[in-house]
C-alpha cells in the first residue's frame, strides 16, 4: 500500500506542475519530475520484491502462514543475510533519495519548485517523504546494511556534499524560489547525516527538522508567494529597500529566514543542534564539515536579504506595492508561532518521538539475526 499511494502522488504533482505552473518550462519541469520519480520507484519495487522473496523463503521452510507477505511488522521479524540486505539497501535507498531527493538526485527539485505553482513547492519543500522511506522502511528493516561502514561513509559523503553544494548554489542565485530550492537539498544534507549518524540525538535531531522545515521552508515559500503577487516574479532585480514599503513582510521574511539558517530560540536550532551533537559523537571530521554549511547558509540567506529588503528602494519596486494583507499576516503568524514554541519549548516534540527512535537504536543494536529465535515481531511505533 505504500508503494502504491507512493506513486499516486505522481499524478496530482504531475499535472500541479504542468497545468497551474507558472513558467515558461513547467512541461518539461512537470516531465522531468515524473521521469526522476518512476525510475526511483523502479529501483524500490524491486527492493520490495526482494523483501518478499526473502520472507517466503523463510517462511517455506518453516512451514508457516502466509508464505508471502508485505506486512512492515511481519518483514521485521524475519532475518536477512548481510549480503541481500546490502543490496536491498540500496535499493531502497536510490527509490527513496530520488523522491527526497538526496544529491546527486535533485536535480528535479530546482525546476519543479520554480515552474510549478507556489502552493505545490510548499508542499514539496516541506514534506520529505524521502527521508521518511529511510526512518520508516531503509533503517529498522536492513539494520546491519544501514550501519556496516562502507554504507555509512556513502551516504555521510553524500550528505554532506548536499550540505556544501546546496548552500553554495544557494549563494550565487538571483531568483529567491531557485535559491530556496537550492537551501532545501542543504537542509535535506543535514536530515541525512543526522539518520546515518545512526545514534539517538541524530536520528531525534534529524526526526525534528522534518518537522521543522514543513514551517520554516514552507514559510519561507508563502513569503516567496507574497513577493510574487507583488511584483509578479522572485528575481532579485525586481526588489530593493521594500522593508521601507512593506515592513511587516520584511519582518516575518527575517524571522522565518534565521529560523531557516538555525538562529537560537527558534526551531531550526533544535533540530540542527541535535543533528550536529550526533554527528560528532559518530564522527569529529563528519560533524567539522557540517558546521561550514551552517556558515554558508547563513550568508546566503542573510545576502538576499540585505539586497532585496534594506538599503535603497530598488528602481524596479511598484510605488504602489503594498504591505501584508490580512490572509498572509494570519499565515506568516501562525508559522512564526510554531517556530517559536519549537524552538522555546520543544519538549513535548522530543517526547512525541522519543519511543520511534529508541525502537531504531534498539533494532540498530540487536540487527536481524537478534531475531532469528524470536516469535513476535519486533515493533516500529
Request: proline share 4%.
Amino acid at each position: 500500500l505504500f508503494f502504491v499511494f507512493w506513486e499516486l502522488m505522481l499524478i496530482p504533482s504531475y499535472f500541479l506542475i504542468k497545468l497551474w505552473g507558472g513558467g515558461a518550462e513547467r512541461h518539461y519541469a512537470a516531465l522531468k519530475f515524473v521521469l526522476y520519480t518512476l525510475l526511483g520507484s523502479v529501483f524500490m519495487l524491486v527492493g520490495i520484491a526482494l523483501l518478499d522473496i526473502n520472507y517466503h523463503h523463510w517462511a517455506t521452510l518453516r512451514h508457516m502462514e502466509p508464505t508471502y507477505s508485505f506486512d512492515l511488522l511481519q518483514l521485521l521479524s524475519v532475518p536477512i543475510p548481510f549480503s541481500q540486505q546490502v543490496l536491498i539497501f540500496w535499493l531502497l535507498f536510490l527509490g527513496f533519495a530520488f523522491k527526497a531527493p538526496v544529491f546527486p538526485f535533485h536535480t528535479w527539485l530546482p525546476d519543479a519548485l520554480l515552474e510549478g505553482p507556489i502552493g505545490m513547492a510548499v508542499v514539496l519543500a516541506g514534506l520529505k517523504l524521502g527521508t521518511f522511506g529511510f526512518i520508516r522502511f531503509s533503517i529498522p528493516l536492513l539494520p546491519d546494511a544501514s550501519k556496516s561502514q562502507t554504507v555509512v561513509s556513502i551516504v555521510m559523503a553524500l550528505g554532506l556534499a548536499a550540505i556544501l553544494y546546496g548552500a553554495i548554489m544557494a549563494l550565487v542565485q538571483q531568483d529567491f524560489r531557485r535559491l530556496l530550492a537550492f537551501s532545501s537539498i542543504s537542509h535535506l544534507g543535514f536530515v541525512v547525516i543526522g539518520l546515518f549518524a545512526l545514534n539517538y540525538q541524530g536520528l531525534q535531531g534529524s526526526l525534528l527538522t522534518m518537522i521543522n522545515l514543513g514551517f520554516s521552508t514552507a514559510g519561507l515559500f508563502f513569503i516567496a508567494g507574497f513577493l510574487y503577487s507583488r511584483q509578479q516574479n522572485t528575481q532579485l532585480s525586481s526588489f530593493g529597500g521594500m522593508a521601507k514599503q512593506t515592513p511587516l513582510l520584511a519582518s516575518f521574511f527575517l524571522f522565518i529566514g534565521l529560523a531557516s539558517i538555525g538562529l537560537p530560540g527558534t526551531n531550526g536550532f533544535v533540530g540542527e543542534f541535535l543533528i550536529l551533537l550526533g554527528t560528532f559523537k559518530a564522527n569529529w571530521l563528519y560533524g567539522g564539515i557540517a558546521v561550514t554549511g551552517v556558515i554558508f547558509g547563513a550568508a546566503y540567506f542573510l545576502w538576499y536579504y540585505e539586497r532585496s529588503m534594506l538599503g535603497p528602494l530598488g528602481k524596479a519596486v511598484k510605488d504602489s506595492i503594498s504591505d501584508l494583507h490580512p490572509r498572509e499576516i494570519l499565515i506568516a503568524a501562525a508559522l512564526s508561532v510554531m517556530i517559536l514554541w519549537i524552538g522555546l519549548y520543544p519538549a513535548p516534540f522530543l517526547r512525541m518521538m522519543n519511543g520511534s527512535v529508541q525502537a531504531l537504536v534498539d533494532r540498530l543494536e540487536g540487527g536481524t539475526v537478534a531475531l532469528t529465535d524470536s516469535k513476535q515481531p519486533i515493533r516500529v511505533d
